[in-house]
């Protein structure tokens, strides 16, 4: 199993070192945008060509992307056609979601994390042109990707300390066809950074969705 990951807008490779410790038995790739790719994009689809062009021959099992990263995950599976049975979404928000889904990190977290990301953040935001922030932030959507790819799709999301909320599906404004066909998982007590907030959590079900496939 090989699998390439993609990080969000205004983060680093960094947000995955937990990720590493937790998962290493699995071979994963770990992508890096230029500032140069970013700083010039008019759109999201400007930094998945980046991706295409330098991953796009090799050859991988399984698309992982957090947040932006997602959406340039079903971009590359779905318009570009590259080689892949599974796509993962964290965080990624495919139309505009509903205020649950728009916090970054539960209070508690933020005390724990705080010093660690938002230097992250608001360094890295000075090298997103207003274009790609636009098409992240208003009046997109890019939910007609899980139409048309034809391999399986899961979304996890974070519980942000609420437990079955009761409109966790609906807050993601999605149409059916497209809520249908994501197999949707949640990471308990994270919001928008689970492999920061909840590592573990989120390792155990990475390994669930891993297990799902290579078990068949």
């Known amino acids: 199993m090989k699998a390439l990951l993609l990080y969000g807008a205004n983060c680093t490779v ?17 992508v890096e945008y230029p500032h140069e790719v970013t700083s010039n994009a008019k759109s999201v ?35 570009f056609d590259m080689s892949c049975n599974k796509v993962i979404f964290i965080e990624s928000n495919l139309r505009p979601a509903k205020s649950f889904y728009r916090n970054l990190m539960t209070e508690e977290n933020r005390k724990h994390y705080g010093d660690e990301v938002i230097p992250m953040l608001r360094g890295e935001d000075i090298f997103y042109s207003v274009e790609l922030k636009k098409a992240l932030q208003e009046d997109y959507d890019y939910s007609d990707y899980i139409k048309q790819f034809s391999g399986e799709v899961y979304g996890i999301y974070g519980d942000r300390g609420v437990r079955e909320y009761k409109d966790r599906y609906a807050d993601l404004c999605l149409d059916e066809k497209v809520e249908n066909k994501i197999q949707f998982y949640f990471v308990e007590d994270a919001c928008h950074l689970p492999m920061i907030e909840n590592m573990k ?16």
Request: hydrophobic share 45%.
């Open 201 to 216: 959590g989120l390792a155990e079900v990475i390994r669930v969705i891993l297990l799902k496939k290579f078990m068949r």
């Open 45 to 79: 689809t400007d930094v998945t060509e980046w991706v295409y062009q330098k991953y796009g021959k090799e050859s991988f099992d399984i698309l992982i992307g957090h947040s932006m990263g997602g959406i340039i995950a079903l971009e590359l599976a779905a318009k």
């Open 14 to 30: 960094g947000i995955w070192n937990q990720w590493k410790e937790e998962l290493k038995e699995e071979n994963f790739e770990y």
